[in-house]
């Protein structure tokens, strides 16, 4: 069995997979409870975007608890991370909000400094886990 989150994609093989039952899924409403159900082998895997899993196993579990639980280095599908602004602000703003940011981003990735973040993250929260991981560095 397979753990699921309600309302996202896992790319379009796998969303499809679940919807004509090639594969068992088991479908929850929030990452968190997903996490508690693997831990509990209620389920064998749960397809998460690793930063986010990681953070979230961090945050929830136990330091024993959080190192029963590891990630797979195949990746089932490559999304790209967005920005999130409030609709509460005017859209000048958000666009002016939104440059600022890119721009702040595209300096890092110039430098060097996007990756050498990413690194150190990476190493922080993954060593010991799978020594074949590469980060994405788009």
Do not use: W
């Not at 997979?17 to 594969?23: C, D, K, L, Q, R």
């Not at 110039?110 to 690194?119: C, F, P, Q």
């Amino acid at each position: 069995k397979i753990g699921k989150t309600s309302g996202y994609t896992y790319g379009k093989q796998f969303d499809e997979a679940a919807e004509n039952g090639s594969i068992k899924c088991q479908t929850v409403p929030h990452d968190k409870l997903n996490i508690s159900k693997l831990l509990a082998k209620r389920f064998h895997v749960f397809p998460m975007e690793i930063e986010v899993g990681y953070h979230l196993i961090e945050a929830i579990l136990s330091k024993e608890d959080a190192a029963l639980i590891t990630h797979h280095p195949r990746v089932i599908t490559d999304v790209d991370l967005c920005v999130i602004i409030s609709k509460k602000i005017d859209s000048q703003r958000a666009q002016y909000l939104i440059h600022v940011f890119n721009s702040g981003l595209d300096k890092l990735k110039a430098t060097g400094e996007y990756a050498e973040i990413l690194s150190s993250y990476h190493l922080k929260h993954y060593s010991g886990k799978d020594s074949n991981f590469q980060p994405s560095m788009k």
